[in-house]
């Protein structure tokens, strides 16, 4: 019971951690070089127990990163529920895959979250972005062996602090 | 085990519930943007969420907060001692300046007094901190430390030392959100201080340089050129700049010129800025002033009978006054010994 209890709680705080990270600029010129965050974090947590992670939870972490940007209500929430969707379509195989691979598939997925991006931007009158624009998923997909690793690892410390 | 747990998400089967279900949160996300875009009711959603989005941004401020403290702290005297002598004469010279300007001030005002007009040159701001926060990619705004509560209003101008950084744009109780001029989206009608020519500043795709995409063909701009708000629009208060220009070439259609110019304002540097509490003003016609013709009190009451103007006015004004100010006090001298009585 305590040990569902912290691992939620685990859940939630890195959940929570990736709404900050989001939030949290980095000097001026590096900007352009900042992952999606939130999009890192619930990618680890659908391979890693895909009954935790519905859409309907993406859905609402999107809702509530939108909230944080203040930009248009309803756009992260699009781009992260489409994005759960395939990862938890293609989980099975995914989690089998070798580090680089799924890097790579990592970078589909964050390059197709950028298009969905850009195609909500068009539509709503922005003009089109630089191209610095496409940056972010690169990075992404170069950190996300660490993020992966980091994350397991923590979570394997913690469950041996549990029990 | 591990086969047991896949039963949710089997190897290659197509899940049909998990389609309707995406399309159904598509849809949904669909429609909260539609609304949000059509009819911005996002502002108000979040002015109601802001006692928790309002800490979390102060909390996702704190890192840049405290890499600044930081560089404070560690940077070497000589750096310090550097900055301050380089403030120190800054502040001359612009005690300098102003000292200059102070008689020319004077003069401008009573020259203005005798032309009865309503604009001064004084300035009446509201200092404002930055909190670091980062609003989404490529998205040009910036989060001040002041809101509602400080009676800051959708549309203030918000300047830095050396121009116009942009204008207000969403307020939360505590906090408040900032377009740049810089953002796509923006626009601002500026001047050319040395030809006086009057054109519109938008924000460029990269983020950090002002385009002017609609200059005449024949019009003498050159790069160097300095760029001041000129006032029309009701929203920038003229004579702030804005930028300089750096390269005019033709547009494409060589039916205008475009150039691009370098905003004035320390948009990625600045950490305190100023808020104008004044607006611009508006369209339209002025309101109309309100003391106007002879004082209020030798006005005759309207609300008067109509017998009134036939017998003199005097008496009559001060008989109503006299008489309630008896029953006032009776009635305090009633209340006061039936309040302390239980």
Redesign the interface.
């Known amino acids: 019971m305590n040990k569902l209890r912290v691992r939620q709680l685990w859940f939630a705080a890195t959940l929570l951690l990736s709404l900050f990270l989001m939030l949290i600029p980095l000097p001026g010129p590096l900007t352009p070089f900042k992952p999606y965050w939130p999009a890192l974090i619930l990618l680890y947590w659908c391979l890693q127990s895909g009954d935790r992670v519905t859409l309907g939870l993406a859905f609402c972490l999107g809702v509530g990163a939108d909230l944080f940007d203040g930009v248009l209500l309803g756009e992260q929430a699009l781009r992260l529920t489409a994005m759960v969707f395939i990862a938890l379509r293609f989980r099975s195989r995914l989690r089998f895959f070798p580090m680089w691979q799924q890097s790579l598939a990592v970078l589909g997925l964050l390059l197709n979250d950028r298009v969905l991006l850009l195609l909500i931007r068009v539509f709503a009158g922005d003009p089109l972005p630089p191209p610095e624009y496409w940056i972010s998923p690169l990075v992404g997909a170069v950190l996300w062996p660490f993020v992966f690793l980091i994350l397991d690892d923590l979570r394997a410390r913690l469950r041996i602090h549990d029990t | 085990m591990a086969l047991n747990?896949?039963d949710?998400?089997?190897?290659f089967a197509?899940?049909v519930a998990?389609t309707l279900?995406?399309i159904v949160?598509?849809a949904?996300?669909?429609?909260?943007?539609v609304?949000?875009?059509r009819g911005g009711w996002?502002g108000n959603?979040?002015y109601g969420?802001s006692i928790?989005?309002e800490p979390?941004?102060r909390?996702?401020g704190l890192?840049?907060q405290g890499?600044q403290a930081a560089t404070v702290a560690f940077a070497d005297r000589q750096r310090l001692t550097e900055t301050n002598q380089r403030l120190r004469e800054d502040l001359l010279l612009a005690n300098a300046k102003l000292n200059r300007m102070a008689s020319v001030a004077e003069q401008n005002q009573r020259l203005k007094e005798l032309l009865d007009t309503q604009h001064s040159l004084s300035l009446n701001v509201q200092l404002a901190r930055l909190i670091?926060?980062?609003?989404?990619?490529?998205?040009h705004?910036i989060v001040l430390n002041v809101g509602a509560r400080d009676k800051v209003q959708a549309g203030q101008v918000v300047i830095d030392a050396r121009g116009v950084m942009g204008q207000i744009v969403?307020v939360m109780p505590t906090t408040s959100?900032a377009m740049l001029i810089t953002d796509?989206?923006h626009a601002i009608p500026v001047t050319i201080e040395r030809t006086g020519l009057r054109t519109v500043a938008y924000g460029s795709?990269?983020?950090d340089m002002l385009v002017l995409p609609n200059i005449p063909v024949s019009a003498d701009v050159q790069s160097g050129d300095k760029l001041v708000t000129s006032g029309l629009g009701g929203r920038f208060p003229p004579g702030f700049p804005v930028g300089e220009i750096r390269d005019v070439a033709q547009t494409a259609s060589g039916t205008f010129l475009s150039a691009q110019a370098r905003p004035a304002a320390d948009l990625?540097r600045s950490e305190d800025v100023l808020l104008l509490h004044d607006l611009a003003e508006q369209d339209g016609p002025p309101p109309l002033a309100p003391n106007a013709g002879p004082p209020a009190g030798m006005a005759p009451d309207p609300n008067a009978p109509p017998t009134a103007p036939v017998t003199p006015t005097l008496p009559k004004v001060t008989s109503p006054t006299t008489t309630p100010v008896p029953a006032r006090a009776a009635s305090s001298t009633e209340t006061s010994p039936a309040g302390t009585t239980p």
């Open positions: 747990r896949d949710q998400s089997p190897l197509p899940g998990g279900r995406l949160y598509l949904l996300a669909c429609v909260l943007m609304l949000d875009h996002l959603v979040r969420l928790v989005v979390i941004y909390i996702a890192p840049s890499f670091g926060v980062d609003l989404g990619t490529f998205r705004r969403e959100v796509p989206n795709r990269g983020g990625d």
